[in-house]
């Protein structure tokens, strides 16, 4: 079936430095969207990526979905304590409006 | 402000116990959904509704049922109850396409 990988699975990092998360699916997507959940919460939708080589910002974070339509990263520039979280991608399954999640990449920022 | 309310944030039931999680939105929303998240594995899907009384398997329904008799309600019943359905459980919810998901606050089940 359809399987949707993120990578690392865990990252530390100071305050201050950059952070990538990718997401790589075994299929082509028509979309894909990225999730945040701080620690004790729920996932929140953070944005959707539908176009092949679509690049979005929101303030410190970027969103790339790849030329194939099969990955996609998010990049946080000078990460911030606020950032702390696991961030999640999330396709669609073939044919169906159900979203198949990644396996999430846990990021800790050290003060 | 969208709603996704799960009735229970936490919940220790016994082995072999019949156990519902209630999950009610606000928003009209067509689609429901029930994951369970567990570490290193993310969010797996275990059932989902498009619309009153469907429903469809997910990627782990073995054990699990869901009832839909209300477009604003998705129950995930537990038939027995096992130690190795220990997890967080999270309801979501979308419109009909491809939209953003609103989840519930989960609820963490215990089985001992």
């Known amino acids: 079936g359809q399987q949707v990988m993120q990578i690392p699975q865990y990252q530390h990092v100071q305050e201050g430095e950059d952070f990538t998360t990718y997401c790589n699916s075994s299929?082509?997507?028509?979309?894909i969207q990225w999730y945040k959940q701080r620690p004790g919460g729920h996932p929140v939708f953070l944005i959707q990526?539908?176009?092949?080589?679509e690049v979005k910002k929101q303030k410190r974070l970027t969103f790339q979905f790849g030329e194939a339509k099969k990955n996609s990263s998010l990049h946080i520039t000078a990460t911030q304590t606020t950032d702390v979280g696991t961030y999640f991608c999330a396709g669609p399954a073939s044919g169906t409006y159900k979203y198949i999640f990644g396996t999430g990449t846990r990021l800790k920022v050290l003060a | 402000d969208v709603k996704v309310t799960q009735s229970s944030r936490y919940l220790v039931k016994r082995t072999g116990e019949k156990v519902f999680l209630e999950c009610v939105q606000d928003?009209?929303?067509?689609?429901m959904f029930w994951y369970r998240q567990d570490p290193g594995l993310g969010l797996r899907l275990i059932y989902f509704?498009?619309?009153?009384?469907?429903?469809e398997k997910g990627d782990i329904p073995e054990g699990y049922s869901v009832s839909r008799e209300k477009k604003e309600r998705f129950s995930l019943i537990l038939e027995s109850a096992s130690t190795n359905q220990t997890s967080m459980y999270l309801c979501?919810?979308?419109?009909?396409?491809?939209?953003?998901?609103?989840f519930g606050q989960g609820t963490r089940l215990t089985v001992v």
């Open positions: 979501a919810s979308t419109r009909m396409g491809n939209t953003e998901a609103f």
């Open positions: 990526l539908v176009k092949s080589g």
């Open positions: 299929t082509t997507l028509s979309n």
């Open positions: 928003m009209d929303h067509e689609n």
């Open positions: 509704s498009y619309d009153v009384k469907m429903k």
